[in-house]
C-alpha cells in the first residue's frame, strides 16, 4: 500500500539516498515528497519539529527521523526480505560501528573539500583519503561490507559516491588513483539497480553545489 | 554463562563507561574492569579501538565493541534477559532518538557551558537548558524514559544529573532548571537513586575536583 510509507526527502542528500537504497532493496513501496530546504513544509516541521530535517519515515502516519535509525527501523520491520544487519551480535556492533565512522568523518570533510581552500581544504582532502583507506581496509576481500550482499555499511556509504565529482573536481584529486579496491566497492554497489536508481546523476550534484557555493558566496 | 570472559576498558570520570557499567548491572553480567590511564593510553586499548582510541570498550571473549551506544545495544543483543530497549520497533527507533539527540545536543551544549566564559558561556547554557526541556517532552509523566523501569534512554541520560550539576557549580551557570523542567529533574534523582545504578556512580566530591581541575586549564587557555 503506497500511502502506509512516505519520505520527505531532498535529491542531492546522501542521507535520504540511504532510504531509498534501503526501501528499494525490500521492494517497499512508497510516496516520495523533495523538501525545499529553503521553504520547509509543515509536514516536514510536523513530523521533526526537534531538528527539522530530512530525511523523515513516515510509517502508517508516525515519523522516524534521523537516517541511521530510519534504515535500522525499516531492517526490523520488513525484515522478511534483504537483512540489512546480520543476525549475529557481534557483527552488527561492527556494523553500526563503520557506519558511524561514515557518519561521523565523510559529510564532515567531504563538506570542507569544496567549501574552503587553501590549507583547510588541504588538510580536508588528507583526511578525506585517510579515511576512504580506513573503510577499504575494513572491507577487505569481501565484496561488500555485508559480506555476499549489500548490508547496513554498504547503503550508509554508496550515497557519498553521487557527490565524488563534486570532491574530486574542487579537491583536485581522484579517489581511484589513491584507492582503485574502494572503487572496484563502488561499481559492485552502482550495478545493483536498488542503488543506480537511488543515487542522482554526478553531474547533476555538481551543478547544486556550484550553485549554494554561490549563495555562500565561495567563488 | 560459564567459560566467558567480559572486560570493560574504562576511565572512572567517564560518563560514557557509566553507561556501559549500568547496563552490565542491571543484565546481572560479570566482569573485569580495566581502569584506563587517558595520558597513556595502554598497549590493549590501541589494540582493541585502533580508530577512536576511545573508553569505554567492551571485550566479549577477545572481540572489542567500542563506542558507548552501540556497546549498549549489543549488550541488550547478547544478553536477552532484563531487556534495555523496547520490543517495538516504533519504541526502539524512538528510544534510539533521543539518545541520539542527547550525545548530538545536550552533551555539546553542556560542555560548551563548562569551557567558555562571559556571553558564549551564557548562550550555551540557554542552549543546554532548551535541549534539556526538549527530552523532558519524551519523558512526559512516565517513572522513566523506558517506563516503569530503566531502559536505553535513562541509561544513556541519567549521568547529566550528576555531571551538569558539577558544571553548573564550577562554571556557575544554570542548567537543569527544577521550576522549568520539574519532571526531568525528579527524574535525574529517581534514576541516580536507583539501587543498581547507585553504586556505579562515581564520588561526587571527586569528581567535582576533577572537573575543577579541567575546567582551570580550559578557561586559562581561552582567555
Redesign the interface.
Known sequence: MADEVVVLDFWPSPFGMRLRIALAEKGIEYEYKDEDLWNKSPLLLQMNP?HKKIPVLI?KG?P???SL??L??ID??WNEKAPLLPSD??L???A??WA??VDKKIYEIGRKLWTTKGEEQDAAKKEFLDCIG?LERELGDKPFFGGDDLGFVDVTLIPYYSWFLVYEKFGNFSVGAEHPEFIAWVKRCMEKESVSKSLPEQEKVYDFAMLIRKKLGIE | MSGESVKLLGYWASPLALRVKWALKLKEIEYQYVEEDLQNKSPLLLRYNPVHKKVPVLVHDGKPVAESLIILEYIDETWKHNPILPQDPYERAQARFWAGFIDEKCVPAIMSAFTNQGEEKEKAAKEARENLKTLESALGGKDFFGGETVGFVDIAAGWIGLWARIVEEIADVNLIDAETMPLLNAWFGRVLEAPVLKECVPPRDKLLEHSRGFHKILTAASS
Open positions: 526537534v510509517h508516525k522516524v527521523c534521523e535509525i530510519a535500522q527501523y526490523e520491520v551480535s557481534y552488527t556492533a561492527q553500526r560501528f558511524d565512522f580506513v
